[in-house]
């Protein structure tokens, strides 16, 4: 079992930035794609962002291409987010996943393993 931890999240103006934190324990997650999705108020949980368990590709919604950059350290077991030039549509609460299979999915339900997700609010 894969237990995932997110922090980082907050409130912040827009035009700022942030840096989320997903921190895994059970197992180590080197071998496990990686990905953020972002919930909205009423709205269905997206994919914002992916990197593959080398650390050699990433993917991202075109949403957040640009400003977003995801990132891993597999010696803490770690994956980040950092989200610049946040807009008040990027508000919403984001989650960490993890996914054993061969290829990086943009797709929810491939994911194993969800963290409890960490709030981020952008005010306008």
């Known amino acids: 079992q894969v237990q995932l931890a997110e922090s980082g999240g907050g409130l912040v103006q827009a035009g700022g930035s942030l840096r989320l934190s997903c921190v895994a324990s059970g197992r180590p997650v080197g071998n496990y794609n990686m990905a953020w999705f972002r919930q909205a108020p009423g709205k269905e949980r997206e994919f914002a962002a992916a990197?593959?368990?080398?650390?050699?590709?990433?993917y991202y919604d075109e949403s957040v291409k640009g400003r977003f950059t995801i990132s891993r350290d597999n010696a803490k077991n770690t994956v980040y987010l950092q989200m610049n030039s946040l807009k008040p549509e990027d508000t919403a609460v984001y989650y960490c996943?993890?996914?054993?299979?061969?290829?990086?999915?943009?797709?929810?339900?491939?994911?194993?393993?969800w963290g409890q997700g960490t709030q981020v609010t952008v005010s306008s």
């Open positions: 996943a993890a996914d054993s299979s061969q290829y990086v999915s943009q797709t929810r339900s491939k994911y194993d393993y």
């Open positions: 990197i593959h368990w080398s650390g050699g590709s990433t």
